[in-house]
């Protein structure tokens, strides 16, 4: 899958709430939330979320997961070829299940619309946390989605761990605060994508990427952006 690209306009602010994962860029990132919040800034969720509050581990070693049930009512179910979001509090098993969502695809029975829908069903239902374009930055576009479904091309996705990084854990705990502003995780997601084609081709690459995954208390945990940068 191709790596995310910078963001402009909105989604910037909730961006850096990842970029730097220090105690500065924590500050910095819930300020700009805050600014968004004010702001009244706007994208359009693709679905609502509900459950309970998250408590997660620093570190979890993992294997593919169970999707899940369906989306609570309200929400926006995406095609049946892309996983669910399971009923979670936990950040670190959210992100475990979108990686596994994210890096599997079959090009021969879905189109990239809606391969984009179904993932955009594990967006935040907040507006102003929501980064839609980092999640459309993770998919090829429709032209090479085409030339991937002449050639048979699907893949499936494995998480095999998931941790909190060092420098988020660090900012928070130096200041539990700054973390019941939006309720935004990073997680970290390593794993492997297995991908095949026509005429029995087959390969595997490494993946890893850091999310950030919203899990407010009394609801289901949701996604609210994605890293160009993966952090330790």
Not at 211 to 220: E, M, T, Y
């Amino acid at each position: 899958m191709p790596k995310s690209s910078p963001l402009a306009g909105q989604s910037t602010m909730l961006r850096r709430l990842l970029i730097g994962l220090g105690v500065l860029v924590v500050v910095a990132l819930l300020a700009g939330l805050t600014a968004r919040l004010a702001g009244g800034d706007h994208h359009t969720p693709s679905a609502a979320n509900s459950a309970s509050s998250p408590t997660a581990s620093a570190t979890s070693t993992v294997s593919p997961l169970d999707p899940g049930p369906a989306p609570s009512a309200g929400a926006t179910p995406g095609p049946s070829v892309v996983a669910a979001p399971p009923h979670t509090s936990d950040p670190i098993k959210f992100a475990t299940a979108f990686a596994t969502a994210l890096w599997s695809y079959d090009t021969r029975t879905a189109t990239q619309p809606q391969q984009l829908a179904g993932l955009r069903g594990w967006l935040t239902g907040e507006s102003k946390y929501a980064d839609p374009d980092a999640l459309a930055a993770q998919l090829p576009d429709p032209v090479l989605w085409s030339r991937m479904r002449d050639n048979g091309q699907h893949a499936v996705g494995e998480a095999a761990e998931a941790h909190l990084p060092a420098a988020w854990q660090q900012a928070i705990g130096k200041d539990p605060t700054q973390l019941t502003v939006a309720y935004v995780y990073a997680v970290t997601v390593t794993g492997k994508q297995t991908v095949s084609w026509n005429d029995g081709g087959r390969g595997a690459e490494d993946r890893s990427l850091t999310l950030a995954v919203q899990c407010r208390p009394g609801r289901d945990c949701a996604l609210a952006s994605i890293a160009t940068t993966v952090y330790p």
